[in-house]
């Protein structure tokens, strides 16, 4: 079964403390990962599209890479307004206009 | 500046009560879709519609209904067949298939 797996469901790190968030999928036939931000009460916020294995992306203190079976969401130096909810999403490969969403990382940094 | 937007930011419905929640975009996209929120679920497809006046169920879409009459609008009606409908709703737009999907600011739908 197609599917989008995010790990780990929360993450506490110190100000500046560097680490990285997983996306997992099983989907055959990838037509992209996608990344967003979501902050509490707010609708998500577009990050990234990844398209192809080994394809990398950056905004300010944030990579996103890419493998045949994963995603990572590199964050460098947090600082605590990154404090936000990460989810990762896939298209449905057969249809294209359906998405698997993961259920998000919690990430709280801490001044 | 083009973007989705969502009213009533919160809402509030006493049982037995629809109520119709609205999405407009300005981004000229093709394919709009609903989404509910619950705390520690992913997010979950209500409907979508890739073109005026047809739309599809997705996973959850029971005591839902939508309408598409104009490429810019898709209003999402919370019927009293909703058992639970206290969510974060969130629509969402594509310009086609396989795109990028944006995000409106989401509404809060809370019953009474």
């Known amino acids: 079964e197609d599917q989008v797996t995010q790990s780990p469901e929360a993450l506490r790190l110190q100000e500046g403390e560097s680490s990285s968030l997983n996306c997992s999928y099983t989907?055959?036939?990838?037509?992209?990962l996608f990344w967003y931000r979501q902050d509490p009460g707010k609708g998500p916020e577009f990050l990234f599209t990844?398209?192809?294995a080994g394809e990398e992306k950056e905004k300010e203190r944030l990579k996103a890479t890419l493998t045949k079976k994963e995603s990572f969401l590199h964050i460098t130096a947090p600082k605590p307004e990154d404090s936000a909810t990460y989810l990762c999403?896939?298209?449905?490969?057969?249809?294209?206009?359906?998405?698997?969403f993961g259920t998000g990382t919690s990430l709280t940094v801490i001044p | 500046d083009g973007g989705i937007t969502q009213s009533p930011k919160y809402l509030f419905r006493k049982e037995g009560q629809n109520v119709t929640l609205s999405c407009e975009q300005n981004l000229n996209h093709d394919a709009m879709y609903w989404y509910r929120q619950d705390p520690g679920q992913g997010l979950r497809l209500i409907y979508y519609?890739?073109?005026?006046?047809?739309?599809q169920k997705g996973d959850i879409a029971e005591g839902y209904s939508v309408s598409r009459e104009k490429k810019e609008s898709f209003p999402l009606t919370v019927t009293s067949a909703q058992k639970n409908p206290t969510a974060f709703y969130l629509c969402?737009?594509?310009?086609?298939?396989?795109?990028?999907?944006?995000f409106g600011e989401g509404s809060w739908l809370t019953v009474v």
């Open positions: 519609s890739q073109i005026v006046n047809d739309f």
């Open positions: 990844l398209y192809s």
């Open positions: 989907v055959s036939g990838l037509r992209g």
């Open positions: 969402a737009s594509t310009i086609s298939s396989g795109n990028t999907i944006y």
């Open positions: 999403a896939v298209p449905n490969p057969n249809t294209g206009n359906q998405f698997y």
